[in-house]
């Protein structure tokens, strides 16, 4: 579970330490102009910032500014000192840069480097522009810079299916998250167009390319969108540890943030589709979230499946899933909300009057009753369904328990009968409460607290004057036996907690060794031989006993992570796919099973039952990914709306940790 900072007082260490170390950095700091397409006037924005700074007084140098040709922007650049460029050679073509040393040199207050993802020429220090950047802000020396939100690693694969071109140039997330000050350069959809026609963005002969190929409005939306939300993310970021360095409890309502919570009921997608219409008409970012609350008993399929149904839908519909493990539904939402600056929390609304949904601890009566900064947001399900009862292996465990708890009793008393004329009433209400303990560790909290009024009932008609009564006759004697009760019900749900408790822990541990203990295995997979030394038929020999072991242990590892039956396939010549191992030997793909399989490893996305690319069949596929290579094909028999988000983000890890092993193998045959 996440530490609540709001409700210990003490601000967040780590939150003060960046803080602090943001204050007494000697580093230069970042600016980025940031826009969501040529044209839009960053360098025109920059320059113009730099103009200002100058009047101040700052010392502001120019080290790359690529004017384009037009002369508003050329004419900007007069009256600051230009760092010279290098120049070179770079296969008969002459290339310059900037001059990195010379600004070092120079340390000047402030340097202008236009288009941050540049790619240097070959013989310069650094391979990217934004690395020579990096060295000036470590230099002491603050950086202003242009980029445009499509040059963004996270965001490539976006935006090549919404544009269909593809950045070459790119550079990491982590610039942005660096950056002291992001300054969105934003200009309306008609005035760009308007540029474009006038060439101040490409030459004539160019525009009209661009224009077919780029500037299409339903493009620049989004590219505009995109690059709102990436702004408003890093707002977002340093108003939350901000909050956390200074113990703030209280959300700052700055933006809308939602938060549905989902328990495992029938009703749960519809309440994931309310919740995302509400989350659209206010534009807001929102999470859905679970509260694991671990039980003795496992959760029935039923109830498995609604919950992995509305994660998934929550997570296609946009918003960021979590699950929370914690013995308390209601302190854990509340944290989690806090932690995340949630404005709003949306509920179920059970069917069930608020007394017996208070007495059954349905979360929504006690966030009603509990006084909190949200505003609540109850959602009345439609569905016509019931709602799903408790597993039936639970409802048996829980006869179980109150079947058994006469006997247990039964023999506590007599053994109580034994020892009476040699004890005292405390070591007799000992043996009572041991009574309780074994019931509540073998069954769980009712079977428990039943044993505790059984208890109560049996030592006041045994033990207690008037003996063969319910009655009692002493005041001392009537405290002492519902102190009993009290500590007995009580000791019974501690021991419950401890065991929810210990169950989350288990359940964290164990997938965290699960992955850890599959890397070892796959480390130990033996290294390729030396091509030049091993004969072609050995070699081949090596990669087959290799992929082979690397295929077992994957789908071994799976089988922990998931119960459905597996089949793995590696890439081969031609972008097609052939078979290394599988749980169930009968099982096959047909030429429509298999022709998804290769859609998912030629695209490297998932495929198949239950998302959204040629789910019409009986497989959810999952590409083994090393960086932008699909190195083969993980196919689970079921739908991937069955899997909760967590099983298929573990998933995604141990496909990712078989591809590492395997990028030694694939595609060595024996004639390397």
Known sequence: MQRD???????????????????????????????YSPGVGKTYSMLMEARIRRRRGDDIVVGVVETHGRAETALLVEGFEVIPRLTGDYKGIALDEMDLDAILARKPDVVLVDELPHSNAPWCRHPKRYQDVVELLKAGIDVYTTLNVQHLESQNDVITRIT????????????????????????????????????????????????????QRGHLVALREIA?????????????????????????????????????TTSAPEIVRKAYRMARDRNAEWYAVHVSVPVLGPQSASRQAYLAEALNLAERFGARTI????????PTLLQFARENNVSQIVVGRPRQTTLLGTLRGYPVYWLLRKQSEFDLVLIAPTVAKQRAG???????????????????????????LLIEPYANP???????????????????????????????????????????????????????????????????????????????????????SLLE?????????????????????????EREAALDEIARTTIRYIAQAAPNPVILLFGAAGGRLELWAQTDESMNLTV????????????????????????????????????ERSLGVIGLKGSADALLPEQRRLLRAIANLAALSAIRWVGKDASE
């Open 323 to 330: 699950t929370l493990s914690g013995p308390d539904v209601v």
């Open 592 to 627: 429509k099973e298999m022709a998804v399989a290769e859609w998912a490893l030629g695209h490297g996305e998932e495929a198949g039952a239950g998302t959204e690319t040629l789910a019409s069949t009986e497989f959810f596929f999952v590409p083994m990914m090393l960086e």
């Open 164 to 215: 269909g071109v593809r950045m070459k140039e790119t550079l990491p997330d982590w610039i942005i998250d660096e950056a002291e000050e992001i300054q969105i350069i934003d200009v309306p959809l008609e005035t760009l167009f308007e540029r474009l026609r006038e060439g101040k963005v490409y030459i004539p002969e160019e525009a009209q390319r661009a224009v077919e190929a780029f500037f």
């Open 228 to 264: 709102l939300n990436i702004v408003a993310r890093k707002m977002d970021t340093e108003l939350l540890n901000y909050r956390r360095a200074r113990a703030i409890s209280v959300p700052w309502p700055a933006a809308e943030k939602l938060m549905v919570c989902l328990g495992a």
């Open 390 to 416: 408790p597993p039936i292996q639970r409802r048996r465990k829980n006869v179980r328990g109150y079947v058994t708890a006469p006997f247990v009793l039964g023999v506590a008393s007599g053994l109580n």
């Open 517 to 541: 203990d599959m890397a070892k295995d796959l480390l130990s997979v033996a290294l390729p031989g030396n091509g030049a030394r091993t004969p072609g038929r050995q070699a081949l020999d």
């Open 5 to 35: 900072e709001g409700e210990s007082g003490r601000p967040d260490p780590d939150a003060l330490l960046r803080e602090v170390e943001k204050a007494e950095s000697l580093q230069g700091k970042l600016k980025v102009f940031l826009g």
């Open 426 to 512: 405390t070591s007799l209400y000992a043996i009572y409460l041991l009574s309780t303990l074994v019931i509540a560790l073998s069954f769980g909290l009712g079977p428990s607290i039943w044993t505790a009024v059984l208890s109560f009932l049996a030592f006041d008609f045994l033990f207690i004057e008037p003996k063969y009564a319910l009655a009692i006759k002493h005041a001392s004697d009537l405290v002492g036996a519902v102190v009993f009760l009290v500590t007995s019900i009580v000791v019974g749900q501690l021991i419950q907690v401890s065991r929810r408790q210990s169950s989350a822990l288990r359940m964290r541990a164990n997938r965290s």
